[in-house]
């Protein structure tokens, strides 16, 4: 059963990027908005709920250990390993001036939880101004994005009428329902096993349920730089992150506020952070490249190979 989980989810999970690209990137064109805006807000949004879910639910069974370092841990993989696998498959070359806007921002972000953790806990306050950061910063993405719309549809848009913009959004929602669900039954196979391992709460919660919760991230960025839409995989990577901090970390200290109980948590708050920084040299080149990308994949192995022994 444990087995056909795993499997049956990564199908899904390869059939909801598919789904999910397909139908983001013409929504973009549509809207006549970025493909990196559409990866930062519709389509980060749906790809953070497996962490929102298993951060709250982990929380709520006072597992706050575990909820930490799901968040820390798809953090890591969300820039290490996505981004590193995506651009991989095809090299990412993004606009300039939007990544002054994002990467700033996402490291502004990671590193308010360390700092607010140096207390040895995320309080509920802390968790609010987590969130209202989060909230802030996505007002002002889709003020932005609206502002600089395009005065006009190009004519093959404006011929295109109101069944295929529905037929697009369906797609992209579509695939976003198939991608939780998928990593639902990766998640319960993975940590099912683990914990028949006899795995620490932090491992856990750092390597296997980070990485299942990240699966959505990973297929959709490996879908979007094979199908082109290098946008698409760079805002969904980036706009993971900044709400698993503001929305999943914030919430689930809202519920209950989450102790650092575990002396190596610090570690990764700050391994995070750091993961994150390497992504400046961006801002001024535009680019990812695959020697790049390589060398962030085995990083992001070699930590978790690291987390085991400590």
Not at 6 to 19: D, K, N, R, S, T
Not at 67 to 95: E, M
Not at 139 to 161: F, G, Q
């Amino acid at each position: 059963m444990l087995v056909f989980n795993l499997l049956i989810g990564l199908v899904m999970l390869v059939a909801g990027a598919e789904m999910l690209v397909r139908g983001g990137g013409q929504l973009a064109l549509t809207m006549r908005v970025p493909a990196l805006v559409v990866g930062l807000t519709i389509v980060a949004f749906g790809t953070s709920s497996p962490e929102l879910i298993v951060s709250v639910t982990a929380a709520l069974e006072a597992s706050t250990d575990m909820a930490l370092a799901n968040v820390i841990g798809s953090n890591i993989a969300n820039i290490l390993l996505v981004l590193g696998l995506a651009s991989v498959v095809a090299p990412l070359t993004v606009d300039r001036m939007l990544m002054r806007r994002e990467i700033p921002t996402c490291i502004l972000l990671q590193a308010m939880v360390p700092i607010l953790a140096m207390d040895g806990r995320l309080s509920r306050g802390d968790g609010l101004v987590l969130l209202l950061g989060g909230i802030f910063y996505n007002a002002w993405l889709l003020y932005e994005a609206l502002k600089s719309r395009s005065a006009e549809i190009p004519d093959d848009l404006a011929e295109e009428d109101v069944k295929s913009w529905y037929l697009h959004l369906g797609m992209l929602f579509g695939g976003l329902l198939v991608l939780i669900v998928g990593a639902d039954l990766f998640v319960d196979g993975a940590e099912t096993l683990a914990r028949m391992a006899g795995l620490s709460d932090r491992f856990v919660g750092l390597s296997v349920m980070a990485l299942g919760t990240s699966a959505p991230e990973v297929a959709t960025g490996i879908m979007s730089a094979r199908r082109g839409e290098v946008e698409l995989a760079v805002g969904n990577s980036l706009g993971s992150n900044l709400l698993n901090i503001s929305m999943v970390l914030g919430i689930t200290a809202m519920i209950t506020p989450v102790v650092v109980s575990d002396a190596n948590a610090t570690t990764d708050m700050w391994v995070a952070l750091g993961v994150t920084a390497f992504l400046i040299p961006m801002v001024f080149k535009g680019s990812l490249r695959r020697g790049e990308g390589m060398l962030m994949v085995a990083a992001y192995f070699g930590y978790v190979g690291w987390g085991f022994f400590v």
